[in-house]
């Protein structure tokens, strides 16, 4: 999507991914067609309200009002021929097939008024369904009006009014006191608070200075900032958070691939059942052929399953949409009925539990070696790792003012920790899994890292690697803490009532350490040690007992976890190019408790889609028997499926008020 461009239509968007495929029209018509059918629907219906009125109240004469009901049915019908008649050479009998035989046998018959009253309350019906879910997709594309259409860019000494396209990665802008920021910058004057709502769902303003990074869309405080442009708007997190949600919509969930499927199988199979019930009736009961044409007819209007194919898409759409106003991305309907159902959660201990910012907090010298070395030796084998306990000793190394000796030759081991070479020596650095491999392990040295791990310290073990005639020594040990987020221990209580019945928590992290954090937080079920294999393992044992399974990790090292469960849960994806594209799930806060809020809306549409298809089929099935039995008439069952059609739609748009 370009900016500054017209961005399509959702009315659009629905005509080419028409939620209702199997019926082969449009229900949600896009504007430009609303605009040729609604005077046009106007006026049939007008035309054929005046017909009912000089037929039953002025007692005009029968060519009269047969001529309204003709010109009403043509004025208020005519969109329906075209696609009926492609369906019927198909041998697909749709919807629109379905109407127009109805409403032409009923004219044969002679019930003219009810043939017209037919073809109008099913185009009422259409438009209704067409405003109302034409609604419900717009809810999303408000985003589209968060981010202002130009931004004051900086041109020499000037300020310059710029369209969004034209402003370059690098450009500076300028942000007033209650604007809305343009693009995505980083500040690099002034100081604001700023609301991160429409982005990540925060509901209090987030304090920006010098350095922090801005989102397009969000809205800016009391003071004035001047930032520099990171990304191009149609890079954006905005203009990414619009894309996955209009992608979302677009795709199928189970509930609605399977209704599309009975529909495709079911409409056709409709005119067939109402030849048959004609043909026994007449053929081998002496019925009444008009009457038995008539409740066939009528039959064939009560079968449309416009209510029944309708429940599910507006349902899906409002959720997704709902979820996005609260800064939890959902990839598609499949995910957003899968949270609803999830029954066991893994989570990663860092930067999940723990804030994934852990600090070095004492330094051990094991063989009289002095810290600093230590330290310079440690952050030289971890300087170009991702690892947070790797990154946590670089960073603490540079506040220090120890200068890094990048290392030479490095093998990494996965869960383990790097081995290198630096100034001629052999050395490592990693956990207590890795000392155990190299066999330089001894008594003294579990004990000590064992109290170390049982107050829930991760330990980085530093020394030289054996080689050679060298049999490797252990020269220090830095003990890392994490501190645990203040809201964990909530959203795993909060996790639990909306029906997760086991979470666990998986770490790369020794037992104890997984141990310690687990049972402040109300976790029960915790394991450590874990390579990125066996947390693969972990989770399918998860799915043989539980079934539903989610994953929230942080991407490489769980990277094999995430793929095993039924979804994967990226925290924190504000700003995160990867974790928006890759996850199943973002959560654009770092706050376990949005997952808890996604549940409780899947569970919310999920309720609502079973609401809508029991109540569209039970209705259908009593008008049906009532039909067949003779009890109802032609207009009476097109009201029905219209009002069912209406109030599946309004049901399913309740969602958007949570």
Same mark, same amino acid.
């Given at each position: 999507?370009?900016?500054?461009?017209? $961005?399509?239509? $959702?009315?659009?968007?629905?005509?080419?991914?028409?939620?209702?495929?199997?019926?082969? *029209?449009? $229900?949600?018509?896009?504007?430009?067609?609303?605009?040729?059918?609604?005077?046009?629907?106007?006026?049939?219906?007008?035309?054929?309200?005046?017909?009912?009125?000089?037929? *039953?109240?002025?007692?005009?004469?029968?060519?009269?009002?047969?001529?309204?009901? %003709?010109?009403?049915?043509?004025?208020?019908?005519?969109?329906? =021929?075209?696609?009926?008649?492609?369906?019927?050479?198909?041998?697909?009998?749709?919807?629109?097939?379905?109407?127009?035989?109805?409403?032409?046998?009923?004219?044969?018959?002679?019930?003219?008024?009810?043939?017209?009253?037919?073809?109008?309350?099913?185009?009422?019906?259409?438009?209704?369904?067409?405003?109302?879910?034409?609604?419900?997709?717009?809810?999303?594309?408000?985003?589209?009006?968060?981010?202002?259409?130009?931004?004051?860019?900086?041109?020499?000494?000037?300020?310059?009014? /710029?369209?969004?396209?034209?402003?370059?990665?690098?450009?500076?802008?300028?942000?007033?006191?209650?604007?809305?920021?343009?693009?995505?910058?980083?500040?690099?004057?002034?100081?604001?608070?700023?609301?991160?709502?429409?982005? /990540?769902?925060?509901?209090?303003?987030?304090?920006?200075?010098?350095?922090?990074?801005?989102?397009?869309?969000? &809205?800016?405080?009391?003071?004035?900032?001047?930032?520099?442009?990171?990304?191009?708007?149609?890079?954006?997190?905005?203009?990414?958070?619009?894309?996955?949600?209009?992608?979302?919509?677009?795709?199928?969930?189970?509930?609605?691939?399977?209704?599309?499927?009975?529909?495709?199988?079911?409409?056709?199979?409709?005119?067939?059942?109402?030849?048959?019930?004609?043909?026994?009736?007449? @053929?081998?009961?002496?019925?009444?052929?008009?009457?038995?044409?008539?409740?066939?007819? /009528?039959?064939?209007?009560?079968?449309?399953?416009?209510?029944?194919?309708?429940?599910?898409?507006?349902?899906?759409?409002?959720?997704?949409?709902?979820?996005?106003?609260?800064?939890?991305?959902?990839?598609?309907?499949?995910?957003?009925?899968?949270? +609803?159902?999830?029954?066991?959660?893994?989570?990663?201990?860092?930067?999940?539990?723990?804030?994934?910012?852990?600090?070095?907090?004492?330094?051990?010298?094991?063989?009289?070696?002095?810290?600093?070395?230590?330290?310079?030796?440690?952050? +030289?084998?971890?300087?170009?790792?991702?690892?947070?306990?790797?990154?946590?000793?670089?960073?603490?190394?540079?506040?220090?003012?120890?200068? @890094?000796?990048?290392?030479?030759?490095?093998?990494?081991?996965?869960?383990?920790?790097?081995?290198?070479?630096?100034?001629?020596?052999?050395?490592?650095?990693?956990?207590?899994?890795?000392?155990?491999?190299?066999?330089?392990?001894?008594?003294?040295?579990?004990?000590?890292?064992?109290?170390?791990?049982?107050?829930?310290?991760?330990?980085?073990?530093?020394?030289?690697?054996?080689?050679?005639?060298?049999?490797?020594?252990?020269?220090?040990?830095?003990?890392?803490?994490?501190?645990?987020?203040?809201?964990?221990?909530?959203?795993?209580?909060? =996790?639990?009532?909306?029906?997760?019945?086991?979470?666990?928590?998986?770490?790369?992290?020794?037992?104890?350490?997984?141990?310690?954090?687990?049972?402040?937080?109300?976790?029960?079920?915790?394991?450590?040690?874990?390579?990125?294999?066996?947390?693969? =393992?972990?989770?399918?044992?998860?799915?043989?007992?539980?079934?539903?399974?989610?994953?929230? +990790?942080?991407?490489?090292?769980?990277?094999?976890?995430?793929?095993?469960?039924?979804?994967?849960?990226?925290?924190?994806?504000?700003?995160?190019? /990867?974790? %928006?594209?890759?996850?199943?799930?973002? &959560?654009?806060?770092?706050?376990?408790?949005?997952?808890?809020?996604?549940?409780?809306?899947?569970?919310?549409?999920?309720?609502?889609?079973?609401?809508?298809?029991?109540?569209?089929?039970?209705?259908?099935?009593?008008?049906?028997?009532?039909?067949?039995?003779? $009890?109802?008439?032609?207009?009476?069952?097109?009201?029905?499926?219209?009002?069912?059609?209406?109030?599946?739609?309004?049901?399913?748009?309740? @969602?958007?008020?949570?």
């Amino acid at each position: 999507m370009k900016p500054n461009e017209p $961005h399509p239509s $959702h009315e659009e968007d629905h005509e080419k991914n028409s939620s209702c495929n199997s019926c082969d *029209h449009d $229900h949600a018509s896009n504007e430009g067609i609303n605009r040729w059918r609604e005077p046009s629907l106007g006026l049939g219906a007008v035309v054929t309200l005046v017909g009912l009125a000089a037929e *039953h109240l002025f007692k005009a004469s029968p060519a009269f009002h047969t001529g309204l009901y %003709i010109v009403g049915m043509v004025a208020g019908g005519w969109f329906l =021929l075209p696609e009926a008649l492609k369906s019927i050479i198909r041998f697909r009998p749709n919807i629109n097939a379905l109407v127009v035989i109805a409403s032409i046998g009923a004219a044969i018959i002679g019930a003219w008024g009810e043939a017209a009253v037919v073809v109008i309350l099913f185009g009422v019906a259409e438009w209704l369904e067409g405003y109302s879910v034409g609604r419900a997709r717009k809810a999303i594309s408000k985003l589209l009006d968060l981010a202002p259409p130009r931004a004051r860019v900086k041109k020499g000494s000037a300020w310059i009014d /710029t369209l969004l396209a034209e402003v370059a990665v690098g450009d500076i802008v300028e942000i007033r006191p209650g604007e809305r920021v343009p693009l995505d910058a980083v500040v690099s004057e002034g100081q604001s608070d700023v609301n991160q709502a429409p982005i /990540t769902g925060e509901p209090l303003p987030v304090e920006k200075k010098v350095g922090d990074s801005l989102f397009s869309g969000t &809205l800016n405080g009391s003071g004035l900032l001047v930032a520099q442009v990171t990304k191009l708007y149609s890079d954006s997190t905005l203009a990414k958070i619009i894309r996955l949600v209009e992608e979302a919509q677009e795709q199928r969930a189970p509930t609605q691939r399977f209704i599309e499927k009975f529909s495709a199988i079911y409409t056709p199979l409709v005119p067939l059942v109402a030849l048959v019930v004609f043909g026994v009736a007449v @053929l081998f009961f002496d019925g009444d052929s008009k009457e038995w044409a008539y409740r066939a007819f /009528t039959l064939l209007v009560i079968a449309c399953p416009c209510a029944l194919v309708v429940s599910t898409p507006v349902s899906i759409v409002c959720g997704l949409t709902v979820l996005a106003r609260r800064g939890v991305l959902i990839k598609g309907g499949a995910y957003l009925e899968l949270i +609803g159902k999830m029954k066991a959660l893994a989570v990663d201990k860092t930067g999940t539990i723990t804030e994934g910012r852990p600090r070095v907090l004492e330094i051990i010298s094991w063989n009289g070696m002095p810290d600093r070395e230590i330290l310079r030796i440690a952050a +030289g084998l971890d300087a170009k790792s991702t690892h947070p306990l790797a990154r946590a000793v670089v960073d603490y190394a540079v506040a220090q003012g120890v200068e @890094l000796s990048p290392a030479r030759e490095i093998e990494n081991r996965s869960g383990r920790g790097n081995l290198g070479e630096i100034e001629g020596h052999r050395y490592f650095v990693g956990n207590h899994r890795l000392v155990h491999e190299l066999g330089i392990c001894n008594s003294d040295l579990e004990e000590r890292l064992s109290r170390l791990q049982e107050k829930g310290l991760s330990i980085v073990v530093v020394g030289h690697q054996p080689h050679g005639s060298c049999g490797g020594e252990v020269l220090g040990i830095l003990a890392v803490g994490d501190a645990i987020r203040p809201e964990a221990a909530e959203a795993i209580a909060a =996790l639990r009532k909306v029906g997760v019945q086991e979470i666990v928590m998986l770490s790369g992290d020794n037992q104890k350490a997984a141990n310690a954090v687990a049972s402040q937080v109300g976790i029960t079920q915790a394991r450590g040690d874990l390579l990125p294999e066996d947390k693969k =393992l972990e989770i399918e044992k998860l799915q043989k007992q539980y079934g539903v399974v989610g994953m929230v +990790g942080d991407g490489i090292n769980d990277a094999p976890a995430l793929a095993a469960s039924s979804f994967g849960i990226a925290m924190g994806a504000a700003g995160s190019d /990867t974790a %928006i594209e890759t996850a199943d799930i973002a &959560l654009m806060q770092d706050d376990l408790r949005q997952l808890q809020v996604a549940m409780a809306i899947s569970q919310s549409v999920l309720s609502t889609i079973r609401w809508n298809i029991g109540f569209a089929l039970s209705l259908k099935t009593v008008f049906m028997v009532l039909g067949i039995l003779g $009890h109802t008439s032609l207009w009476l069952a097109i009201l029905a499926d219209t009002g069912a059609t209406v109030l599946v739609v309004a049901n399913a748009m309740r @969602l958007l008020r949570k």
